[in-house]
Nanobody
Framework: QVQLVESGGGSVQAGGSLRLSCAVS????????MAWFRQAPGKEREFVAA????????YYADSVKGRFTISRDNAKNTVYLQMNSLKPEDTAVYSC????????????????WGQGTQVTVSS
């Protein structure tokens, strides 16, 4: 059984930083593309960033480009999301997702999901 467990969420003031982690267990990390999505109250789930299994291809939403960095450590079966220069509009529940298929910015392409971690940015 595949499990994705996020950690690292919390509350921060605007301009601050947070680092999210997502640990994967129950399957090989090889060939497993990963992504981060977020969902704010009353809004639809939004793509944040994706990374291919090798880490060689990375894709960001325009809203986070230049501020967020996705990375992975295949030896630790973990993907990270470094979030800098946070804004109040970044407030949301952040979830990691995985797929054995090619990385994508569409949530429907991901079969495996974590439970989510809350990120709150105050002005």
């Amino acid at each position: 059984q595949v499990q994705l467990v996020e950690s690292g969420g919390g509350s921060v003031q605007a301009g601050g930083s947070l680092r999210l982690s997502c640990a994967v267990s129950g399957r090989t990390f090889v060939g497993y593309s990963m992504a981060w999505f977020r969902q704010a109250p009353g809004k639809e789930r939004e793509f944040v960033a994706a990374i291919s299994w090798s880490g060689g291809r990375i894709y960001y939403a325009d809203s986070v480009k230049g501020r967020f960095t996705i990375s992975r450590d295949n030896a630790k079966n973990t993907v990270y999301l470094q979030m800098n220069s946070l804004k109040p509009e970044d407030t949301a529940v952040y979830s990691c997702a995985g797929t054995p298929l090619t990385y994508s910015n569409r949530w429907v392409d991901y079969a495996d999901w974590g439970q989510g971690t809350q990120v709150t940015v105050s002005s």
